[in-house]
């Protein structure tokens, strides 16, 4: 007796059961109820923070040599991180930090065997985000009050 | 049986699997992982400090040692980091033998270059010799 004929004739220990056999693949994922997780949303912003972040080292690393090249030099990379779309860099730079930070805890939490169950693992994906979110503006709020930015 | 005894005589021609280098490069992410969460919460307050002064200020900054120190090695444990990461990106996502090739080994010397680049920076700096 297959699965539908088992429904149709009110086997509820049929239905309640298993399904078995090449006509019970599984239905997910599905294109018609496919649905965004928070946690493919982070998984996936983690890996954009990354790449984010190794443009962020190469400014860093810019800073340095600048510096190392005398006061001109210096002066022009300033000036250059001080313009609107340096500082729009800079600040994606800042939340790609605190994000990569948080994402990166969560993983060292998973390597520990910690933080598994999906409810948990929506609660600290939401917390990640949410964490950046508040580091980065706290973290430019201080910039701009003790004159750094 | 004999390691490796359950492989077909094909396959073990092929000579295809584990390179045994997995173990090492995971311990190295975390390992990097854990050092850089302190360095990198050191980092944005010590990118706060530096970015209230000017050429002088900074110079004078980089001259301490404990500055020059954790600054160094923040940037290379970072750059070990990136270049450990992005390879697994570049091996997810490119196939393509040639390409996949020439990407790690571009990642490999970006990394290498400027995290060398930017730690003597630092030192140069350190030592005195800023401009010279």
Known sequence: MSQTQADMQGDTAARTRRPRGPDARPLSPFLTVWRWHVTMASSILNRVAAVGLYVGALITA??????????????????????????????????????????????????????????????TSWASIAFAAAATVLTWAAAYMTGAA | MAVGGYRTPLSRARGLGSAKHGVGHWIGERVTSVLLIPLVLWGVYAALTVARTDYAGAVEWLGKPLNAVLLSVLLAVSFHHMHMGLRVIIEDYIHKPSSKVMLLLLNMAVCGLAGALAVFSVLKVAFGAAGA
């Open chain 1, 62 to 123: 810019g800073w340095a040599i600048a510096l190392a090249g005398g006061p001109e030099l210096y002066g022009d990379y300033m000036a250059l991180l001080g313009s609107i779309p340096g500082q729009v860099l800079l600040f994606l730079f800042t939340a790609a930090v605190w994000f990569h930070l948080a994402a990166g805890v969560r993983h060292l939490a998973w390597d520990a065997g910690v933080g598994y169950h999906p409810r948990t693992a929506n609660q």
